[in-house]
């Protein structure tokens, strides 16, 4: 008997995982591969993930890096935005997709911002990686999983997954 594509595909919840996602992440908001279109990712997104990617491979952040600035924080607090220490999964998901929009906004400014907060938030993941994760309060505050994951997928240089 022929099944069709919906027949097979009917017990797979587009919003409750991702074929991106481990075993034990579900969310319900928009699916990682949804927030994944090529097409979609502003270039300046990739650049700050090659960066990112670049100087794990070589580094692997041996060395203890700064933590951010009052100034870098009063930008995540302009927007509501907590530091990446206090993020749910959820809440970076939500974040990711408002930066990716905003930055392909034609609001010069609001661009600016979308650049400035993405390097803060690679600057974060960069210190947390180098004290080995130890700052993280709590399993809930695990928004740096998937910032980390969005740099990999969004990144041309291969690396395995965190």
Partial sequence: METTILDRKSDFGITSKSAF???NETFSSCSF?????????????????????????IYKFQSVMQ???SSERAILTKYNFKTLEYTTKEDMYRELELLRNWSLSENEALKNDSDSILRIRAKELKFLDSLGY????????????VLANYFVEISKYPVARF
Avoid: C, F, W
């Avoid at 591969?33 to 491979?57: C, F, Q, V, W």
């Fill in 33 to 57: 591969a949804s927030m994944l279109e090529r097409h979609k990712t502003p270039g300046s997104h990739r650049t700050i993930a090659d960066n990112y990617i670049i100087i794990k491979k």
């Fill in 21 to 23: 996602s481990k075993d």
């Fill in 134 to 145: 130890a700052v993280v309060s709590s399993e809930i505050n695990q928004g740096y999983s």
């Fill in 67 to 69: 933590r951010i600035t």
